[in-house]
């Protein structure tokens, strides 16, 4: 974590504005000032951390609660029913400001957002060398 605050925690404590949707002690959510889609909410834990692992268990769930919370919420006032629910860790995941934050993304049919995964097959011996490699870490 840098030595000056992210903007996430300035917002948090009232130096920017934003349009807060949810507040518990731990969590604030709000609306994306830049949206993927109408509707497109951040959700941050109010302790800047860089990377999920970083939360302790706790905040993790707090984190997680409002975003099932939320989701229901958000769909119904954009009128969809379709959402991603994205979290990046670190520059190479895409993460721009470090503290963790989850997007609540509203989807429609035909969007234009798309996804630039590109699956590789894997051999069943490597992905169970992996498995072995991840369970015993």
């Known amino acids: 974590m840098s ?13 920017i504005p934003c349009h807060r949707v949810l507040e518990s002690p731990a969590v604030l ?3 994306d ?6 509707g497109h909410t951040l959700v941050i834990p ?16 707090e ?12 769909l119904a006032a954009v009128g969809t029913r379709d959402y991603n629910v994205l979290q990046n860790n670190g520059p ?3 993460q721009e400001v470090p503290h963790v934050h989850f997007h609540i993304i509203p989807r429609r049919a035909g969007d234009g957002l798309g996804f630039r995964w590109k699956p590789q097959a894997s051999a ?5 060398d992996l498995a072995a490699r991840i369970a015993g870490a």
């Open 46 to 61: 109010k302790r800047e951390v860089a990377r999920l692992d970083d939360l302790r268990p706790e905040e993790v769930a």
């Open 29 to 31: 959510a709000f609306l």
């Open 92 to 94: 190479a995941s895409g």
């Open 63 to 74: 984190v997680a609660c409002a975003v099932a919370t939320l989701a229901p919420r958000i």
């Open 33 to 38: 000032i830049n949206p993927l889609a109408p």
């Open 124 to 128: 069943p011996e490597a992905l169970a």
């Open 3 to 15: 030595s000056s605050p992210s903007i996430f925690t300035r917002i948090v404590q009232g130096e």
